[in-house]
C-alpha cells in the first residue's frame, strides 16, 4: 500500500520529467499517453486495494519529506511566487508572498509539534478524491496532447512550452494526489500552494497581457484563501499539538470550528465561491484542458474538499449555516449569471461555481445525508463538467468559436461530438443522471435542517434548467445553413471524450454502489443517520433512464407516413429551411438567436451583490465562530 | 397496493378525465364570452381527426422529442397516483417539459424556437414554487412521498395557504392559461402562430395534446393534495379552483414573459417561501 | 368512422383582397356566428389546419406564398375559395399583376361567391368543404397504405416533396 500510494504521486511527476526531457513530439506524446494511462491504473489499484478497509494512516516517503523538506520547499515556493510578482510587476503578489513568509517564521516561533509518523490518510473521501484526479485527471491529459498540437497550430507565433506545459500539468497532479491523501496540515498546505502556482502558471501560459492578469488575480485569491490554512495551523499547534485535519475534524466546538471557519475561508477562495469567484472567470483564458482539470473537476474541487473534510464540526452550529448560506447564494447568484451568457466557457465556469456553491451548501449543514449529497456532487460533477469542457475545447477549434450561438445544429456538422457534449449537459441537470441525484438528496438534507437554504436552492435551480436547456436545444437543431467544414478530431481527444462520456453514463447507473462502497463506510465513521432515497426511488430512476434509452427506438415507427416540408416562415420560404423572401424580393438568412434575458438580469449587477452579500456573511460567519 | 392501483387508472382514465376537463373548458369559456361553444367531446373529435392526418415534419428527429414529451408526463403523473416522491415527480414534469423544447427547438423555425424559448422562461418561473410547494407539503408529515401527505390527518391548506395561492398562480403558467399563455395558446388563441406546437402536425400534435391532458390531471391531483384530509371538501375545492382558473382565463390579457418571471418568482418568493418559513419555526417551536 | 367532419381547423390566408371578405371571415368567429359550435378552429398555422380559407385574388407576390401554405399543410385537406376575387380575380381580374382566382395556383374544392362573401354563406361553404374532405381522406388513406408498404428503416431520409 506504501509503494502504491508512493507511485501514485511520483507517477505523474516522473512522467511530466521525463516527456519535458524527450527529444521529438512522437516519444513526447508517448510518454504523456503512458503516463496518463498508469495513473489511471495506479488510480484504480488504489481503490480496489481499500475497498471494505478501513482508513489507513500511511507514510509513503512523506514524513521524511515533512521532516527534512517542507520548510526548504515552503522557502522557495515564497521565492518563486515572489520572483514572479517581481517580473511580472505585481505589487500585491509579492506583497502575499512576504506574508506567507511571515506566517512562516510566525509558525516556527511557535515551536514545531513533532511532526506525525505517518502524514498521510486514506478513507472512503481520500479514495474517492484520488479517483477522481486520477481518472479524469488522466482523462484530461490524454485529451490535452490532440489539443495542444492543434492550439500549436493555431497559434504557431513564440517558442514551443508544449514540454513545460505538460510538465506544470504532471506537475499539479502529483501535487493533487498529495494534497487528497495529506493529513498533516503543512503538508496538505504545501501543496496547496503549489497546486495555486500550477493553476497560475497554466492560466498565464499565453503570456498575454490579459492571460498575466487574470494568473496574477488566480494567484493573489488564492494565496489570501491559503493564509486561512496558515491560521489554522498556526492556532492548532498553538493549542492542540500536531496540527491534522482528522484532529480538527473530531475537535470540540469552539477551537476546533475556529480553526475550521479558517480553512473554510481557503476553501472558499479556492472553490471560487464569493466573494473570491472573480478569479475562476479570468481562469478561462487558459487553454481548455486547464480549465477541465484545474478549474471543473479537481483543482477547485479540493476547496470543498477540505470544507467537507470539516463538516462534522460544522454540523448544527450558526458558523455551519452562514457558510452553507454562502455556498447557497453563490449557487443562486452564479446560476443566474449563467443564463445570461452565450460564451460557453463562461456558462461553464459559472456553472461550475454555482455547484461548488451548492457542495459548500451541504458541507456546511454536516449532517449525514447532506455529505452524502456533497460527496455525489463532486464525482458526478468532476466527470460531466470535465467532459462538457473538454467537448467544447475541441469545438472550439473546429468552429473558431466559443460562443454557443456557433454551436447552432451541431447535433448535423458533427454528431459524435455533439453527443459528448449533450451527454455532458443531461449528467448535469436532468432527472435521473447524476447531478440531479445529488441534488434531489440535497434538498431532502436540507429541508430538515433549515428552510431558508433549500429555498435558495429551488430557486437557483431554475435558471440551471433554463441555460442547459437552451444550450441543448441550439445543438439538436437541425441547421438551417450548411454546415462549415469540419475536421475530425485526434485520437486523443476522441478517447477521452468516450472515456468521459462513458463515466458520465455509468456512474448514474453504478452510483448505488459507489454509495455503499465507498461513501457510506467514510461517513459511518463521522456521522450518525441513513440515507433517505429508498430503493423505491432508485428504481424509478432507472426506469426513467432506461425509457431515455428506448426512446431513439420510437423513431422506428414514427418514420412512417412522413412528409417532409419546410419549417413555416408565412409562407415566404424560398424552398429551403434556410431563407426567406424579405422586403423588395431581397434574400434574407434564418438566423434564431437564444434568449439571454439581459433586459431583466445584468451580470454586474448581479456579480457586486453576490460580493457584498457574501463578503458581509464572511465577516458574520466568524462572528457566529466566536459566538 | 392501492398506489399501483391508481396509477394504473391514472395511465388508463387520465386521458378521458383529461379530454372531458378540457371540452367542458371550452363549454365554459364559450359561455363566458357569450357564445354556444362546441360539444362537450370536442377535444376527443380534435384528437382522433389529428391522429387521422398526415405527419407533416422539417427534420426527421423533432417526434422524437415528443415521445419523450408524453412518456414522461406519464411517468411524473405514475409516480404522483402511485404515492411516490414528490420531489421525483417534479423533476420528471421538468424532463418532460424539457423534451418539448429541445423538439421545437431541433424544428429552427422562427416560431417554435421563440415558443422554445418561452415555454423555457416560463419553467424556470414555475420551477422554484413547484420545488417550494414539495416543501411544504414535507413539513408536516416530514416525507416527500404523497401516499404520507395523504395519509396527514390535518386540512393541509389552513397550514400552507401562501403556498397554495403561489401554486395556484404558477400552475396557470402549466395550464397553458391566460395571462401566462406565452409559449403556446390553447382554443382558438393564437400567440406567435401557435408558438411551441407551430411545427408538430397530425399525429404529433395529438400527442401533445395527449400529453397536456395527462399533466391537468396531475395538476388538478397536486391542488388536491391540499384539501386531502377530507374527500369531501377537496373534490369541490379542487373543481372550484379549475373553475377559477377559467375565469382567469378568460379575463385577463396575456403578460409578457418579463411580467411572468417576475410576478412569479416574487409570489413565490413572498407568499411560498415565507409560508414555508413561518410554518417550518411554528413546527418547530412545538405548535 | 371520420372525425374531420366534426373538427376541422382552418386556416387563412388573404391574397390580394380588399378586406372586405377577410372581416367577414373574422365574423364568422364573433359569438353571433361562433363557428367553434362546429368545432372549427382558427388555428392561424397551416401545419394544423385542414381547410384553408382564401381571400382575394392571386397575384406576383402572393403567388408563391400561398403554393408554400398549401404544400406546407398536412394531407388531407380542403381549399375554400372566398369571395368572387378569390374565385374568379372578381373586380381585379384585369388588374396589370392578376394571376387571377386562387385556382390558377392551387386546386380548389369549394368555391364562396359574394362581394363580399356573406358569414352564412362562408360557413356553408366550409360545410361543403367538409364533404369533399371526406372523401379526399379515402383517397389519402388508400395512398398511404401503398407508401407504408415500403418498410423503410428510422434513420432513413423520407423524400422531401417537390416545392
Ligand atoms: S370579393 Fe369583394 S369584398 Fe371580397 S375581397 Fe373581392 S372585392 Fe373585396
Known amino acids: 500500500m506504501e509503494r502504491l500510494v508512493f507511485l501514485l504521486i511520483a507517477v505523474p511527476l516522473l512522467g511530466g520529467i521525463l516527456q519535458a526531457v524527450m527529444p521529438g513530439a512522437r516519444a513526447r506524446h508517448g510518454v504523456i499517453w503512458f503516463t496518463c494511462g498508469l495513473t489511471i491504473l495506479l488510480a484504480h489499484a488504489v481503490l480496489v486495494m481499500t475497498l471494505g478497509e478501513a482508513p489507513i494512516r ?14 526548504p520547499a515552503e522557502i522557495a515556493l515564497i521565492a518563486l511566487i515572489g520572483f514572479y510578482g517581481i517580473r511580472y510587476r505585481n505589487p500585491l503578489a509579492v506583497v502575499l508572498a512576504g506574508l506567507q513568509a511571515l506566517l512562516l517564521i510566525g509558525q516556527q516561533q511557535a515551536g514545531h509539534p513533532e511532526p506525525l509518523e505517518q502524514p498521510l490518510l486514506l478513507d472512503g473521501l481520500a479514495v474517492m478524491m484520488v479517483m477522481i484526479i486520477g481518472v479524469v485527471g488522466g482523462g484530461i491529459g490524454i485529451h490535452a496532447i490532440g489539443y495542444m498540437q492543434e492550439h500549436r497550430e493555431h497559434h504557431p507565433e513564440g517558442p514551443d512550452r508544449r514540454a513545460s506545459f505538460f510538465f506544470v500539468v504532471f506537475l499539479f497532479l502529483s501535487a493533487m494526489f498529495g494534497l487528497v491523501l495529506a493529513d498533516s496540515l503543512p503538508l496538505l498546505l504545501l501543496f496547496w500552494e503549489i497546486t495555486t502556482l500550477c493553476s497560475f502558471l497554466l492560466i498565464g501560459f ?10 496574477f488575480k488566480a494567484l493573489n485569491l488564492n494565496l489570501i484563501g491559503g493564509f486561512g490554512i496558515g491560521l489554522a495551523i498556526l492556532h492548532q499547534s498553538i493549542n492542540h499539538g500536531t496540527p491534522t485535519l482528522s484532529s480538527i475534524a473530531s475537535g470540540a466546538a469552539p477551537a476546533a470550528l475556529l480553526a475550521a471557519a479558517l480553512i473554510a475561508i481557503a476553501g472558499l477562495a479556492k472553490s471560487a465561491q464569493f466573494p473570491f469567484s472573480s478569479w475562476l472567470l479570468g481562469a478561462m483564458v487558459a487553454p481548455t484542458p486547464v480549465s477541465a482539470l484545474l478549474h471543473s473537476s479537481t483543482m477547485v474541487k479540493a476547496g470543498v474538499y477540505v470544507i467537507i473534510r470539516c463538516a462534522p464540526v460544522f454540523h448544527l452550529t450558526p458558523a455551519g449555516f452562514i457558510l452553507s448560506l454562502i455556498g447557497a447564494i453563490t449557487f443562486l447568484l452564479t446560476s443566474t449569471i449563467a443564463a445570461t451568457q452565450s460564451n460557453a466557457k463562461r456558462v461553464l465556469a459559472y456553472s461550475t461555481i454555482a455547484n461548488l456553491g451548492l457542495i459548500v451548501t451541504c458541507a456546511g449543514i454536516g449532517s449525514h445525508q447532506a455529505v452524502w449529497a456533497a460527496m455525489l456532487l463532486i464525482i458526478f460533477h468532476a466527470v460531466a463538467k470535465a467532459l462538457l469542457f473538454l467537448s467544447v475545447g475541441t469545438v472550439e477549434h473546429k468552429l473558431g468559436s466559443r460562443d ?37 438528496a440535497a434538498i431532502e438534507a436540507l429541508i430538515q435542517a433549515n428552510p431558508i437554504l433549500p429555498i435558495i436552492i429551488a430557486f437557483g435551480s431554475a435558471p440551471t434548467l433554463f441555460f442547459w436547456t437552451k444550450w441543448m436545444g441550439k445543438l439538436l437543431a437541425c441547421r438551417p445553413q450548411a454546415c462549415p467544414a469540419i475536421r475530425v478530431c485526434s485520437l486523443s481527444e476522441q478517447a477521452a471524450l468516450g472515456l468521459l462520456a462513458a463515466l458520465t453514463i455509468g456512474i448514474c447507473a453504478i452510483f448505488p454502489m459507489v454509495s455503499s462502497h465507498l461513501i457510506e463506510p467514510y461517513l459511518a465513521l463521522h456521522f450518525s443517520g441513513e440515507i433517505l432515497i429508498s430503493r423505491g426511488n432508485l428504481i424509478t430512476m432507472f426506469i426513467m433512464l432506461a425509457l431515455i434509452g428506448l426512446l431513439p427506438f420510437s423513431l422506428v415507427y414514427r418514420s412512417r407516413a412522413e412528409r417532409m416540408v419546410t419549417p413555416y416562415l408565412c409562407g415566404a420560404n424560398l424552398g429551403d429551411t434556410g431563407h426567406f423572401t424579405g422586403s423588395a424580393d431581397s434574400v434574407q438568412p434564418v438566423y434564431l438567436k437564444n434568449y439571454y434575458l439581459h433586459s431583466l438580469l445584468d451580470e454586474a449587477t448581479l456579480f457586486r451583490l453576490g460580493l457584498i452579500a457574501s463578503g458581509t456573511l464572511m465577516l458574520v460567519m466568524f462572528a457566529a465562530v466566536g459566538w | 397496493m392501492s398506489g399501483w392501483l391508481s396509477a394504473i387508472l391514472y395511465i388508463l382514465l387520465a386521458p378521458v378525465a383529461g379530454g372531458l376537463i378540457a371540452g367542458i373548458d371550452r363549454k365554459l369559456t364559450a359561455r363566458m364570452q357569450r357564445r354556444i361553444g362546441p360539444p362537450i367531446f370536442q377535444p376527443f373529435y380534435d384528437l382522433f381527426k389529428l391522429i387521422d392526418k398526415e405527419n407533416v415534419i422539417v427534420n426527421l428527429y423533432q417526434n422524437l422529442y415528443l415521445t419523450g414529451f408524453l412518456v414522461f408526463n406519464i411517468v411524473a403523473g ?16 421538468a424532463l418532460s417539459g424539457i423534451f418539448l423544447v429541445l423538439g421545437a427547438a431541433s424544428a429552427t423555425s422562427p416560431y417554435s424556437h421563440i415558443g422554445a424559448e418561452r415555454e423555457l422562461i416560463q419553467m424556470m418561473a414555475c420551477e422554484p414554487m413547484l420545488l417550494i410547494a414539495a416543501m411544504g407539503l414535507y413539513l408536516l408529515p416530514h416525507s416527500f412521498q404523497v401516499r404520507d401527505i395523504l395519509a396527514v390527518d390535518k386540512p393541509l391548506f389552513l397550514y400552507l395557504p401562501g403556498i397554495l395561492f403561489g401554486l395556484l398562480y404558477i400552475l396557470t403558467i402549466k395550464l397553458r392559461k391566460s395571462p401566462f399563455d406565452l409559449s403556446t395558446s390553447h382554443h382558438a ?23 397536456h391532458w395527462y399533466e391537468t390531471i396531475l395538476i388538478l391531483g397536486m391542488i388536491y393534495l391540499f384539501f386531502a384530509w377530507n374527500p369531501w371538501v377537496a373534490v369541490p375545492a379542487t373543481i372550484g379552483l379549475y373553475l377559477a382558473e377559467i375565469l382567469v382565463d378568460n379575463t385577463n390579457a396575456r403578460l409578457t414573459w418579463r411580467w411572468t418571471v417576475t410576478s412569479s418568482w416574487l409570489i413565490a418568493a413572498v407568499a411560498g417561501a415565507g409560508n414555508l418559513i413561518v410554518l417550518f419555526y411554528f413546527l418547530k417551536a412545538g405548535f | 368512422m371520420s372525425m374531420f367532419k366534426r373538427s376541422p381547423w382552418m386556416v387563412h390566408y388573404d391574397g390580394a383582397s380588399c378586406n372586405g371578405c377577410d372581416i367577414e371571415v373574422l365574423a364568422c368567429l364573433t359569438p353571433r356566428y361562433d363557428v367553434e359550435r362546429f368545432g372549427v378552429i382558427n388555428t392561424g398555422n397551416p401545419k394544423h389546419a385542414d381547410v384553408l380559407l382564401i381571400t382575394g ?32 380575380g372578381g373586380i381585379f381580374s384585369e388588374c396589370y399583376n392578376t394571376k387571377g382566382g386562387v385556382d390558377s395556383t392551387i386546386p380548389v374544392d369549394v368555391y364562396v361567391p359574394g362581394c363580399a362573401a356573406r358569414p352564412e354563406s362562408i360557413i356553408d361553404g366550409v360545410v361543403k368543404g367538409l364533404a369533399v374532405l371526406e372523401t379526399k381522406r379515402a383517397a389519402w388513406r388508400i395512398e398511404r397504405k401503398k407508401r407504408n408498404r415500403v418498410f423503410r428503416l428510422p434513420f432513413f431520409k423520407p423524400k422531401a416533396s417537390p416545392p
Open chain 1, 206 to 215: 499565453e503570456r498575454t497581457p490579459e492571460a498575466m492578469k487574470n494568473a
Open chain 1, 58 to 71: 500511511l507514510n509513503a516517503g512523506l514524513a521524511l519529506f515533512e521532516r527534512q523538506g517542507l520548510l
Open chain 1, 404 to 440: 454557443i450561438e456557433d454551436m447552432n445544429g451541431l447535433i448535423v456538422c458533427n454528431p459524435r461530438l455533439a453527443l459528448a457534449m449533450l451527454i455532458g449537459a443531461a449528467g448535469m441537470f436532468l432527472a435521473p443522471f447524476g447531478m440531479l441525484i445529488s441534488k434531489w
Open chain 3, 57 to 88: 385574388y392571386i397575384n406576383e407576390q402572393s403567388q408563391p406564398v400561398v403554393r408554400q401554405i398549401y404544400q406546407q399543410m398536412p394531407d388531407p385537406k380542403v381549399v375554400i375559395a372566398i369571395g368572387i376575387c378569390a374565385t374568379s
Open chain 2, 78 to 93: 405514475t409516480l404522483f397516483f402511485a404515492g411516490g416522491d414528490l420531489l421525483l415527480v417534479i423533476f420528471a414534469l
Open chain 2, 189 to 211: 388563441h393564437q400567440e406567435i402562430v401557435k408558438g411551441i406546437t407551430t411545427e408538430f402536425s397530425g399525429p404529433a400534435l395529438a400527442v401533445v395534446e395527449l400529453a
